[in-house]
């Protein structure tokens, strides 16, 4: 095996490792502007495995390519779907508008 492909396996394992070791000390209250921070990275990433793919340095370097590129696809409409409900969540329906203005037009009758 040569040593290019010894290095790559080890970026690799790396990582997957500080990936996941990252999302789990995560608190949920820095998830949406962390969501978007790692979505760039990850299109960084896209690229780069896009590259790695297409190299033609053999046919485990594309596997892994091929990996990555599916791995970085879902992780970026994963998150982009997750930070989109969740910014939905935060949204005023107009219920919600017209409930705090009539609120308002009440205590200032009150006055």
């Known amino acids: 095996m040569p040593t290019t492909t010894i290095i790559q396996l080890f970026v ?3 990582a997957g490792f500080v ?3 990252t999302i789990n000390r995560i608190p949920p209250l820095l998830h949406t502007p962390l969501m978007a ?3 760039a990275i ?3 990433s896209l690229v780069a495995s896009l590259v790695l793919a297409g ?3 053999g046919v485990l370097a594309t596997t892994l390519g091929a990996t990555a590129v599916g791995c ?4 970026i ?3 982009f779907l997750i930070t989109d409900r969740m910014l939905s969540m935060f949204k005023r329906t107009k219920t919600a508008v017209v409930d705090k203005a009539e609120d308002d037009a009440s205590s200032a009758v009150k006055s």
């Open 72 to 75: 970085a696809m879902a992780n």
């Open 37 to 39: 921070a790692t979505n």
């Open 77 to 79: 409409v994963g998150g």
């Open 12 to 14: 690799f394992m790396l």
């Open 42 to 44: 990850s299109g960084i």
């Open 19 to 21: 990936g996941v070791q």
């Open 55 to 57: 190299s033609g340095d």
